[in-house]
C-alpha cells in the first residue's frame, strides 16, 4: 500500500491456471515417471564396462551356446563324411578337425567380446536417454524459474503503476487545493501594491496576466499574452 | 491465491524439478561423461577383449581333443607340434584383432558420446 492508498494487482487467472497445471504435471511426473526412471538408473548403471552383470554373462552365454551350435553343424557334416569313404586317420583329416577346434575357440571369444560391447552399447543409450530426460527436467526447471520471475516482474510493474495512479491522483487533489492557494495569496492586494515576484518565471506572469483578466484558465488565452509569442 | 503466490508456487515447483534433476539425473550424467572422456577406457576396453579372447582360446585344445575322440582319432607328435604352431599363430592374430576392435569401437563410442551430448545442460539452457 502507498503512502496514498493504493490497491495491488493479483495474479490473473491464466497465471492460477498455469501455477496449478505447472504444479500438478510435476507431482504427476514424480508419481509415475521418475520412479522408472530410477529403476532404469540401476539397471543401466549395473551394465556398466568392467561390472559382472547379469546382462554380461548373458551375452556370454549366448555367445558360446551359438557359436557351439555353429560348430557342432560342422562336426556333424565330418561325421557324415566318414561314411562316404574320408579316412578319419589321415593327417589332412585331422589337421581340419584341430583347425576346427581353433576356430571354434577364435568364434567364441569374438562372438563373446561382441556381446560385452553390445552391453557397452546399450549401457551408453541407457545413459544418454536418462540424460535427456534430466536434460527436459533441468531445462523446465529453468523454465519455471523465468516464468516466476516474469509473473514477480508484471506484478511489480503493476503494482507500481497501481500506486502511480493513486498518487498522483492524490497530488493533483493536493496540487489543485495549493494552486488555488497560491493564485489567491498573489492576487493584487486590494491596494494595488505590486506583486511579489516569488519565481520570476512564466508561471508568475500567466498568473499576472490573468490577474490581468489576459485569461481565465491555463489555457491558450493564457499563453497568447506570454511576451514575445 | 494471494498476491505473489503464483509465482512463488512456479518458483518452489522449478527449484523442487531442480533438485530432481541434480539428484536423479546428474548422476548418470557424470557417468556419462565419464565415459566419454576417461583416457584409460580405450586400455580398459582392450585388456578385457585380450582376456576374453585368451580364454576362449584356451578353450581351442579341450575342443580339439574332443572332437578327434569324437572321430575316434587322435593326432601324432608331429601333428601336434604343426596344430600348435599353427594354433599360436592364429590366437595371436585374434588377440591383435580382438584388441584393434575393442579400440576403434571404444573410441567411436566416446566420440558418439562427446558428439551427441556436448549441447548437453548447457543446450537446454
Do not use: C
Amino acid at each position: 500500500m502507498g503512502l496514498f492508498g493504493g490497491g495491488e494487482v493479483g495474479p490473473t487467472p491464466q497465471e492460477q491456471v498455469l501455477a496449478s497445471t505447472f504444479t500438478q504435471q510435476f507431482q504427476d511426473y514424480q508419481k509415475r515417471w521418475l520412479p522408472i526412471a530410477d529403476h532404469l538408473g540401476d539397471v543401466v548403471s549395473s551394465m556398466a564396462p568392467g561390472k559382472d552383470s547379469w546382462q554380461r554373462a548373458e551375452a556370454e552365454g549366448k555367445g558360446n551356446a551359438d557359436t557351439a551350435m555353429a560348430f557342432a553343424q560342422d562336426m556333424a557334416q565330418r561325421s557324415a563324411s566318414l561314411s562316404s569313404g574320408v579316412n578319419a586317420g589321415s593327417s589332412r583329416f585331422k589337421l581340419g578337425v584341430a583347425g576346427a577346434a581353433t576356430a571354434e575357440a577364435e568364434s567364441k571369444g569374438i562372438s563373446i567380446e561382441s556381446g560385452n560391447q553390445q552391453i557397452t552399447s546399450a549401457y551408453l543409450k541407457g545413459l544418454q536417454s536418462l540424460t535427456a530426460q534430466g536434460g527436459k527436467l533441468a531445462a523446465g526447471a529453468t523454465q519455471g524459474m523465468d516464468m516466476a520471475a516474469q509473473i514477480t516482474s508484471h506484478e511489480a510493474i503493476n503494482n507500481a503503476q497501481v500506486q502511480n495512479s493513486a498518487n498522483s491522483g492524490a497530488m493533483q487533489a493536493v496540487g489543485f487545493g495549493i494552486g488555488a492557494l497560491g493564485a489567491s495569496a498573489m492576487s493584487p492586494s486590494p491596494g494595488g501594491g505590486p506583486m511579489t515576484d516569488l519565481g520570476g518565471g512564466y508561471g508568475l506572469q500567466i498568473q499576472q496576466n490573468m490577474a490581468q483578466g489576459g485569461g481565465t484558465s491555463f489555457g491558450a488565452g493564457s499563453v497568447e499574452n506570454l511576451p514575445g509569442v | 491465491m494471494g498476491i505473489g503466490s503464483v509465482a512463488t508456487q512456479i518458483g518452489a515447483v522449478s527449484q523442487q524439478e531442480w533438485s530432481t534433476y541434480l539428484q536423479h539425473f546428474v548422476p548418470y550424467e557424470n557417468q556419462l561423461i565419464q565415459y566419454a572422456m576417461d583416457p584409460n577406457q580405450v586400455t580398459q576396453a582392450t585388456s578385457q577383449a585380450l582376456a576374453t579372447q585368451e580364454q576362449a582360446n584356451s578353450q581351442a585344445t579341450g575342443i580339439q581333443a574332443n572332437n578327434l575322440a569324437q572321430m575316434e582319432t587322435s593326432l601324432t607328435p608331429e601333428e601336434k607340434a604343426a596344430v600348435d604352431k599353427q594354433r599360436g599363430l592364429s590366437n595371436s592374430l585374434a588377440n591383435v584383432q580382438a584388441q584393434n576392435k575393442a579400440k576403434d569401437v571404444t573410441v567411436a563410442n566416446q566420440m558418439g558420446v562427446m558428439g551427441s551430448q556436448a549441447t548437453g545442460i548447457t543446450g537446454a539452457l
